[in-house]
């Protein structure tokens, strides 16, 4: 047998990211609807359970996009959300969703004035990237950041990559994800300007960590 344990947030991104791809999946006719959305289903009750605020902002973020995105198909698509809706506020007003006042509770002890600490850590990250000149561009190579500053962790993707990779390394990073994400369509013989569902991905991941984090 094997155990295998994750962080909280880093469940919370997987099962927020996993939830955009199966919605890909549904939407494109991929993978059977009641599959799919059961799911949806089990992903929703793991990011949940995870109390992380990165979760729910990262799936508010998904839900107002598929709002923006859904033309025609708006009505079934607000009809789906808003039964969801009912269903968790039921079950949490017949307090079977203790979890709900947990969530809740962190959201209400967040520190504004310094974003629950975001900005401390933003400017002790600067300090590490500008410090040095010739690693603003090579990068310093290590993952345990502890090394260089007062923090285990920049909460945020692009300073942990520059921090890591530096300015070349990084835009070799950002190339190579265009790179292989414009040969996946290839080969999957489709296009994202095709279908705007295509970007859920991309913005959860990207805009998630970045944007989630720093705000929340």
Request: aromatic letters at 10%; a neutral charge; hydrophobic letters at 50%.
């Amino acid at each position: 047998s094997m155990l295998i344990s994750f962080h909280v947030n880093d469940l919370a991104v997987l099962c927020a990211s996993g939830i955009s791809l199966l919605v890909i999946l549904i939407l494109n006719k991929y993978v059977n609807t009641v599959i799919g959305v059961a799911g949806i289903i089990y992903l929703l009750l793991v990011g949940i359970l995870t109390q992380s605020r990165t979760f729910v902002l990262m799936v508010a973020l998904l839900v107002v996009y598929l709002a923006l995105i859904s033309g025609k198909n708006r009505w079934i698509y607000m009809l789906c959300i808003s039964t969801v809706a009912i269903v968790v506020v039921s079950l949490y007003n017949a307090g079977d969703l203790p979890v709900i006042d947990a969530i809740l509770s962190r959201f209400e002890a967040t520190d504004m004035e310094t974003m629950n600490g975001r900005t401390d850590i933003i400017a002790a990250y600067n300090e590490v990237i500008f410090s040095n000149p010739i690693r603003l561009f090579t990068g310093y190579g290590v993952l345990d950041y502890r090394l260089y500053s007062t923090v285990g962790s920049a909460h945020n993707g692009s300073q942990e990559m520059l921090v890591s990779c530096g300015v070349i390394g990084s835009l070799c990073l950002v190339y190579w994800s265009y790179f292989f994400g414009k040969t996946a369509q290839r080969k999957a013989g489709c296009s994202l300007g095709k279908n705007l569902i295509n970007y859920a991905p991309l913005l959860t991941v990207f805009l998630g960590i970045q944007g989630t984090q720093f705000v929340s």
